[in-house]
């Protein structure tokens, strides 16, 4: 299984980004991908997630700003960040879960300059 985040990179506030997340090893489309973040000095946590029918849940802090999606066909679930707030700041990780075991790719920095 190997997963590869991109589309990071270095925005002002109030700004949009982004982020993909393509998956390689997997039967894709039954598998509920997640992304996560991880800032400087914190614990890595679940910003969002989206499960093979397409429901998506999300974290309270990104809630009407961020919104998952995926494209089976492509093997890529995207995450759309906008109004993005310094607090944002974070390594991005996408995350899959297969046989109980959890697979992470190489995370996509986000820098959000206030």
């Known amino acids: 299984v190997q997963l590869q985040a991109s589309g990071g990179g270095l925005v002002q506030a109030g700004g949009s980004l982004r982020l993909s997340c393509h998956a390689v090893?997997?039967?894709?489309?039954?598998?509920?991908i997640g992304w996560y973040r991880q800032a400087p000095g914190k614990q890595r946590e679940l910003v969002a997630s989206i499960n093979s029918g397409g429901s998506a849940d999300y974290a309270d802090s990104v809630k009407g700003r961020f919104i998952i999606s995926r494209d089976n066909a492509r093997r890529r679930v995207f995450l759309q960040m906008n109004s993005l707030k310094s607090e944002d700041t974070a390594v991005y990780f996408c995350?899959?879960?297969?046989?109980?075991?959890?697979?992470w790719g190489k995370g996509t920095l986000v820098t959000v300059s206030s």
């Open positions: 995350n899959v879960v297969r046989q109980g075991r959890p697979f």
């Open positions: 090893g997997i039967n894709f489309s039954i598998h509920t």
